[in-house]
């Protein structure tokens, strides 16, 4: 259907009208009027028949728990602590591994909101750390993080 309308349009272009052309040039305006019209129709395709999974996404979730939960986000970011700088070096203060909060864990070297809340999760389901070293029982902690957290943690 469509190669039937572009070959009459062809032929009534190139034969039937002059307008003062020759037929390389009608053969150029021919052609761009195809592309024009291949590019509306893929648009056209695509605007009808094509699911794009973002809108989807915007379908199912309200705006309104969208904005909540980045608000929750974008909070938690800002209640993260940034180690105090000494020349070019960041060195987190000494952390009670005993008592100390999410936000002084994350401090200490390779160590993130995950690792810093299992270790609180430890510690309230098998009592308090008798010695540095026990906080290797904590799963994520192997000897590379504590060789790296070591001069960092104490228990009291």
């Known amino acids: 259907m469509i190669r039937a309308f572009l070959k ?8 039937n009208i002059a307008w ?20 509306a129709g893929i648009k056209i395709y695509k605007a009808r028949f ?25 909070n938690a970011m800002n209640a993260v602590p940034t180690p105090q700088a000494i ?10 591994i005993n008592s100390d909060s ?8 390779k160590v993130g909101p995950a690792l810093a809340k299992r270790i609180i999760e430890y510690r309230q ?11 290797r029982k904590v799963k994520g902690i192997g000897p590379k993080i504590y060789q790296q ?7 009291k």
Request: hydrophobic share 40%; net charge positive.
């Open 8 to 15: 009459k349009l062809k032929t009534l272009f190139l034969t």
């Open 20 to 39: 003062g052309f020759t037929r390389q040039e009608k053969l150029v305006i021919l052609s761009l009027i195809s592309f024009f019209l291949f590019g």
């Open 50 to 74: 094509v699911n794009y999974p973002e809108k989807e996404f915007v379908k199912n979730y309200p705006l309104d728990s969208l904005r909540q939960e980045f608000i929750q986000k974008s």
């Open 87 to 96: 020349g070019l070096v960041a060195i987190p203060l000494k952390v009670n």
């Open 102 to 109: 999410i936000s002084e864990f994350i401090k200490l070297p």
């Open 125 to 135: 389901q098998k009592g308090d750390f008798k010695k540095p070293s026990d906080i």
């Open 149 to 155: 957290i070591q001069p960092y943690i104490y228990v």
